[in-house]
Each structure stands twice: as C-alpha cells, then as structure tokens.
C-alpha cells in the first residue's frame, strides 16, 4: 500500500516556476515507478511526465517538454516536478501516481494503481 501526497501547488505568472512535490508512505517506495497528470477544468486527464523506480528514466508529454523536470529522491520517498516557463495552458490539477509495474516509465493512467489527491496549478497571463 502507498500513500501519496501532492504539495507546491499556487498562483504564478506566466513564465514563472513551481516546483510540486509528491511524498510517498511506505518504505517500498523505490520499487514503484511514478507519474504526475494533470486535469483542466472540462477536459480529460492527461499525461504530463513519467520516472522509472531508480530515477534513470524519464519521458514527458510533447506540451511540457524543455520546460519541465521530473526527478525522485527515494532516500526522501519523494518525486519532484520541477516546472518553469510556465504557461496559462498549464493550469490544472496535478496529480502524482505510483504503479508498481518496474522497470520502465509509465504513460498511461490505467497501470497506475494509487494516486494523491491533487495540487492546483493557476498560472495567470
């Protein structure tokens, strides 16, 4: 079982940053591959960025691409989204989640199996 907590979301001009953070129960942490999405007021969940069990995997969404980082500190049970250049197009809630799926990075919603409640993301024009 993990548990998944989302913060660092807020209010931020366009072409600022945020940094949101998801932290992690649980002392298996490193065994779960881990995925942020994001939701925009009428629109579907999406994909935005995806970090393999060790950290030495990564794949982003075309959109974020260049302006987004994901990084995880397992020692920290904690996996980062380091977002600059922020546009208004990325306001939305942001959402990590775990699949215990190894291995590999993780694009699809559907092999995720726990998920935090969200963090909301304004960015103003």
């Known amino acids: 079982q993990v548990q998944l907590a989302e913060s660092g979301g807020g209010l931020v001009q366009a072409g600022g940053s945020l940094r949101l953070s998801c932290a992690a129960s649980?002392?298996?942490?490193?065994?779960?591959?881990v995925g942020w999405f994001r939701q925009a007021p009428g629109k579907e969940r999406e994909f935005v960025a995806a970090?393999?069990?060790?950290?030495?995997?990564?794949y982003y969404a075309d959109s974020v691409k260049g302006r987004f980082t994901i990084s995880r500190d397992n020692a920290k049970n904690t996996v980062y989204l380091q977002m600059n250049s922020l546009k208004p197009e990325d306001t939305a809630v942001y959402y990590c989640?775990?699949?215990?799926?190894?291995?590999?990075?993780?694009?699809?919603?559907?092999?995720?199996?726990?998920w935090g409640q969200g963090t909301q993301v304004t960015v103003s024009s």
């Open positions: 989640a775990a699949s215990p799926l190894r291995g590999r990075v993780i694009t699809t919603e559907d092999k995720y199996t726990y």
């Open positions: 649980g002392r298996t942490f490193s065994s779960y591959a």
């Open positions: 970090v393999s069990c060790s950290g030495g995997s990564t």
